[in-house]
């Protein structure tokens, strides 16, 4: 019998192959009927997924393969049932690699040079470190620790808060319980938590009001994790300043004050998009494979 798996991408279907004995790979974008009544591992499209989840019902599927940490909102979407594994493993390395080099970007004003660079305009300037500064780590998961790896030759003071407090591999993180009492005493925060209802606004009012003066919020998690309002406050005043690959709405409209305010510097939400992520996505679709023919369970399931 033929384990059959989709994937929306001729580029993927080749970064698969060789494929073991028994397994074929089909390109199914998801945009028109699906080619076979039934596929065992469907790969829907990377960021347009507007139409594929409404394509899964009309076919007999094993497992929804995701190639995104995140998954709020598939639940919704997702026919009765259906499993869904997300793309725990892939994005890590590249989202913290854009973690590190915003906060650097900022905090050493690489924007403004590059701005002055494009008008020929030569200005020194006196910048803040990375060296000495204490990080606060907003998410210790998968993005959370590999931001920690990279940020730690820095000389910084980490500084991990997750939602349950807890000793790990000798590492002292605190309990999102304590935010409140920790947020005066840091000098850059890095959120790197999934959206949703339980982290909708974590970072609202009352905690930016309680970062000291020239605090930087970097954001590579989802853009609902910041109150969008209370951060164009406290940015537009020139109390801190932001590094944001993720933001509310998203995309950013052309005409929103963040754009134009000075401190602040936006990334398009690339944190995966990087050469890492195409051999990471084909190595755990491969290991996927080898757990369905072993009848084994897949990884990283979360729904279903």
Not at 38 to 62: K, N, T, W
Not at 91 to 99: M, Y
Not at 202 to 208: C, M, R, T, V, Y
Not at 228 to 247: E, N
């Amino acid at each position: 019998m033929t384990l059959v798996v989709s994937v929306p991408t001729e580029s993927l279907a080749s970064d698969l192959r060789p494929l073991p004995e028994g397994v074929e790979v089909i390109v199914w974008t998801m945009a028109e009927a699906a080619p076979r009544p039934r596929i065992d591992i469907v790969v829907p499209p990377y960021m347009d997924q507007s139409d594929a989840f409404a394509r899964l019902a009309e076919v007999e599927v094993g497992l929804v393969q995701g190639q995104s940490i995140g998954y709020e909102g598939v639940a919704d979407r997702l026919p009765a049932g259906m499993r869904f594994a997300n793309a725990a493993t892939v994005h890590e390395t590249s989202t913290a690699e854009l973690a590190v080099a915003l906060t650097l970007a900022v905090q050493r004003q690489l924007d403004l040079f590059a701005i002055n660079g494009r008008d020929g305009v030569w200005t020194p300037m006196f910048a803040d470190s990375l060296a000495d500064r204490r990080v606060l780590l907003l998410g210790y998961g998968g993005v959370g620790k590999a931001v920690a790896a990279r940020l730690a030759p820095f000389e910084v003071e980490l500084v991990p808060v997750a939602s349950t407090a807890r000793d790990e591999d000798g590492v002292h993180v605190h309990g999102i319980d304590e935010l409140a009492d920790l947020l005066p005493g840091v000098d850059i925060v890095v959120l790197s938590l999934p959206g949703g209802e339980r982290t909708r606004h974590i970072l609202g009012e009352a905690e930016l009001a309680a970062l000291p003066d020239g605090a930087l919020v970097v954001n590579v998690g989802r853009g609902s994790l910041i109150d969008p309002d209370a951060l164009v406050r406290h940015t537009s005043a020139g109390r801190i300043r932001a590094a944001l690959d993720v933001t509310e709405p998203e995309p950013l409209p052309s005409d929103h004050p963040l754009w134009n305010t000075p401190g602040v510097l936006i990334s398009p939400h690339v944190g995966g998009a990087s050469s890492a992520m195409r051999p990471r996505i084909a190595a755990l679709l491969r290991r996927q494979i080898t757990h369905v023919l072993a009848g084994e369970q897949p990884e990283n399931v979360v729904l279903g």
